[in-house]
Nanobody, 121 residues
Framework: VQLVESGGGSVQAGGSLRLSCAAS????????MGWFRQIPGKERERVATMYGPGTTTYTDSVKGRFTISKDNTNNILYLQMNSLKPEDTAMYYCAADSRDWPYGQCRYNDWGQGTQVTVSS
């Protein structure tokens, strides 16, 4: 599946952004989809995951501020980011495990090209 992210940009601390990830095919039965972020020189970090129809998990640093959701009709994965902090600055990537849910542990086989998020203090 092809994934195309959008919605990144520059925002001041405390602001909000909504990232979108448009998929080339139906996402409603995918085993899992997720958002990751990476800063140059650092390892990629998992930000949020959606399993199958709707179970979600988040890394501790974004809990209560970020929300992952998906629109199965339009095949779009979202990441709503509120109360942004400078430490949220990174390239954000969308990923998909396109095997039919439930398939067990997530194994992401498709990735988008990324969208940059920059938060200034």
């Amino acid at each position: 599946v092809q994934l195309v992210e959008s919605g990144g940009g520059s925002v001041q601390a405390g602001g909000s952004l909504r990232l979108s990830c448009a998929a080339s095919r139906y996402i409603g039965r995918m085993n899992c989809m997720g958002w990751f972020r990476q800063i140059p020189g650092k390892e990629r970090e998992r930000v949020a995951t959606m399993y199958g129809p709707g179970t979600t998990t988040y890394t501790d640093s974004v809990k209560g501020r970020f929300t992952i959701s998906k629109d199965n009709t339009n095949n779009i994965l979202y990441l709503q980011m509120n109360s942004l902090k400078p430490e949220d600055t990174a390239m954000y990537y969308c990923a998909a495990d396109s095997r039919d849910w439930p398939y067990g542990q997530c194994r992401y086989n498709d990735w988008g090209q990324g969208t940059q998020v920059t938060v200034s203090s």
